[in-house]
Every structure is written in structure tokens, then in C-alpha cells.
């Protein structure tokens, strides 16, 4: 397994690169034994008046699959990434225990074309980015900077979207829904409930047609959105 350590902004030192490398492949070695690969990322906040949190870590973890990364912020990095390990520790446990849960329920999911041409589309001469990639641009003359960032789109119900969340420390979670083929982003709200916006529009799958609604959006939250339509109008 491959541990890349980083530093943004920052110089990092061989001393905290022996130390992390140590802590990370005892970690991997207990919960992820088949890691690919382990990113460190080291970030230095210069604002002096976020001196207790000027050192941010994030550790990424790289398998076959879902990624998992946590990050954890401190007044110097060695207590940021005892932070952080802490939680990709419980985050790593929880996959293994997902893992175990379904190993025997494996659930094969059709691949879908997320970006059907509708009908009169020009053919764009702008090639996307790639899966992965990360493309900045401005707005015109503005001082405004889009970032844009393309997934690679598995149809997944709203359980593996929400564990996915949890396992990436996000607040929100773009997917493509398996029994419904629509667009859809599960985000966290308070405490522990969630909700799902979904798109009236079902993306075509390879071997069936697209089943189009029209392009309205509807929102659900907390445990509504969590339950089918018949369920959660009730």
C-alpha cells in the first residue's frame, strides 16, 4: 500500500512524514488490509485569528470501494491528525462491519448515461472533464471562480447513498437512484435525519428508455424522504 503525504500551502517535515506513515499502516494493516492507497494532506491556515484550528488534515483512503476520508482541524498537525485518524478509524470499522453485512447479498446495479442528449441538442464542441478531473473557470469578467468536477455515476439506493455520505464526512451526496433512475442528492439536516431531492426526470438507462416527467425538482426531508412516495405522502 501506498502512503502520499502533501502539504498545501505548507512545508511538511520527514519527522511528521515517518509519523503518519506509522500510524496509517497500522491503521490499514487492522481495518482496510486492501487499501490501494492512503492520501495525507497537510493544509496551513496563516489567518492568525484561526490559530486554534491553523492546522487541517485530511486522510483519504483509496480502495476497491467506496472512498473514505476524514479531516480534522487543530492548533498544530500532530494533534489534527490524531484527530482525523480518529474518525477515518470509525469510519474504516463501519465499512468493514457494511462489508460483512452484505457480503453475501451481492446486488448487481445496470450502468446508466447520467447526460442523455435530449431531443434538438446540438452536439457540444466542449469536451467535459474526465471522472476525477477538477476544471476552474471564471464567470465571464467577473471575479467569480466555478469549480467543476465530474463522478462517475453508479445507480445506488438511498441507504448506500446515505452510507456513502457518512463515509466521505460530507453533508451532501449526488447519486443516481436504482429503483427510480432519477438524479438525486441525499443531505444531512439536524441530529441525525436526512433528506433526498430527486428530479422529476429519470436519466436513460443502457437497454431501456429514459421515463421523462418534466424537469421539476421535489424536495422531501427527515424521514419522509427516506420512504417511498406512497409511503412519505401519507
Do not use: C
Request: glycine share 6%; net charge negative.
Amino acid at each position: 500500500m501506498e502512503i502520499v503525504v502533501a502539504g498545501r500551502h505548507t512545508d511538511v517535515p520527514e519527522k511528521f512524514r515517518r509519523h503518519a506513515e506509522e500510524k496509517l499502516e497500522k491503521l490499514s494493516s487492522q481495518f482496510a488490509p486492501r487499501a490501494q492507497r492512503i492520501d495525507v494532506e497537510v493544509t496551513h491556515e496563516r489567518n492568525p485569528r484561526q490559530a486554534d484550528s491553523a492546522e487541517r488534515v485530511e486522510l483519504t483512503v483509496i480502495d476497491k470501494g467506496p472512498v473514505i476520508r476524514a479531516e480534522a482541524s487543530a492548533d498544530d498537525r500532530y494533534g489534527a491528525l490524531d484527530l482525523a485518524i480518529a474518525k477515518l478509524t470509525e469510519r474504516l470499522r463501519r465499512s468493514r462491519d457494511r462489508r460483512k453485512d452484505h457480503r453475501h447479498q451481492p446486488t448487481p446495479l445496470a450502468s446508466v448515461d447520467v447526460r442523455p442528449p435530449g431531443p434538438g441538442d446540438e452536439p457540444s464542441t466542449t469536451t467535459p472533464p474526465a471522472p476525477g478531473e477538477v476544471v476552474e473557470t471564471m464567470l465571464g469578467d467577473s471575479p467569480v471562480v466555478i469549480r467543476e468536477k465530474v463522478h462517475a455515476a453508479h445507480p445506488m439506493t438511498v441507504d448506500d447513498a446515505l452510507y456513502e455520505m457518512e463515509m466521505v464526512g460530507h453533508d451532501f451526496f449526488l447519486f443516481i437512484d436504482a429503483e427510480t433512475a432519477q438524479p438525486s442528492v441525499a443531505y444531512r439536516r439536524r441530529g441525525w435525519s436526512y433528506g433526498v431531492i430527486k428530479l422529476d426526470t429519470a436519466v436513460s438507462t443502457y437497454g431501456g428508455p429514459a421515463q421523462t416527467n418534466g424537469g421539476r425538482a421535489s424536495a422531501n426531508g427527515s424521514s419522509a424522504a427516506l420512504r417511498p412516495a406512497s409511503e412519505a405522502s401519507g
